[in-house]
Nanobody, 124 residues
Framework: QVQLVESGGGLVQAGGSLRLSCAAS????????MGWFRQAPGKEREFVAA????????YYADSVKGRFTISRDNAKNTVDLQMNSLKLEDTAVYYC?????????????????WGQGTQVTVPS
């Protein structure tokens, strides 16, 4: 069992930055691929970014590539999402997720554990 708790969400103007953090407890954190997903009102949950167990490899949705950076600290059991140049369309609830071996990184169903989510709002 892995417990995930996100933090760092809030309201930020377009063009601004936010850093989300996800703290994990439970079984060995470094055994899990970690991902960030988001869900806007009326839309399906979508992939944002993922990072390999060692942190050596990172993966991004095209919509956030070049603006968001995912990182992890296996000593602290945390995974962060640095979000820069935020846009109106980035508004969503952001979720941290963990999976030992997801077949498809972008597929939410491949992740076993989820946090409660944190709201990010970029007002118009």
């Amino acid at each position: 069992q892995v417990q995930l708790v996100e933090s760092g969400g809030g309201l930020v103007q377009a063009g601004g930055s936010l850093r989300l953090s996800c703290a994990a407890s439970g079984r060995t954190f470094s055994s899990y691929v970690m991902g960030w997903f988001r869900q806007a009102p009326g839309k399906e949950r979508e992939f944002v970014a993922a990072i390999s167990r060692s942190g050596e490899n990172t993966y991004y949705a095209d919509s956030v590539k070049g603006r968001f950076t995912i990182s992890r600290d296996n000593a602290k059991n945390t995974v962060d999402l640095q979000m820069n140049s935020l846009k109106l369309e980035d508004t969503a609830v952001y979720y941290c997720a963990a999976a030992p071996r997801p077949r498809i990184l972008e597929y939410p169903g491949g992740y076993d554990y989820w946090g409660q989510g944190t709201q990010v709002t970029v007002p118009s």
